[in-house]
Nanobody, 121 residues
Framework: QVQLLASGRGLVQAGWSLSLSCVVS????????AAWYRQAPGKQREFIAA???????NYADSAEGRFTISRDNDKNTVYLQIDSLKPADTAVYYC???????????????WGQGTQVTVSP
């Protein structure tokens, strides 16, 4: 069983920076892709950024410039740095991991429980 636990400061002010972390635990062979999504009130969940096991990163167009994804493979942890926070960044942030349990098998997708980020004006 693979579990993802996301955490980060919940209430911040506009203009601040914030770092979210997501720890992937359990038995698996490799994290193929780790990603962050968010869901604002009344909106659909949207993709923010992804980081592959090879080190390549991919960002949504709306995330370019203020969001930075990174990960520490030794700690099985993926991070999301958000700079110059805006009230519009208020959302529940979810981490996702495509994990391969054994070499040669297709990966399975797992979601964290989400962590609330509220940006005050």
């Amino acid at each position: 069983q693979v579990q993802l636990l996301a955490s980060g400061r919940g209430l911040v002010q506009a203009g601040w920076s914030l770092s979210l972390s997501c720890v992937v635990s359990g038995r698996f062979y490799i994290i193929c892709v780790a990603a962050w999504y968010r869901q604002a009130p009344g909106k659909q969940r949207e993709f923010i950024a992804a980081d592959t096991s090879g080190g390549a990163t991919n960002y949504a167009d709306s995330a370019e410039g203020r969001f930075t994804i990174s990960r520490d493979n030794d700690k099985n942890t993926v991070y999301l740095q958000i700079d110059s926070l805006k009230p519009a960044d208020t959302a529940v942030y979810y981490c996702n991991a495509n994990v391969r349990h054994t070499a040669g098998r297709p990966p399975n997708s797992y979601w964290g429980q989400g962590t609330q980020v509220t940006v005050s004006p």
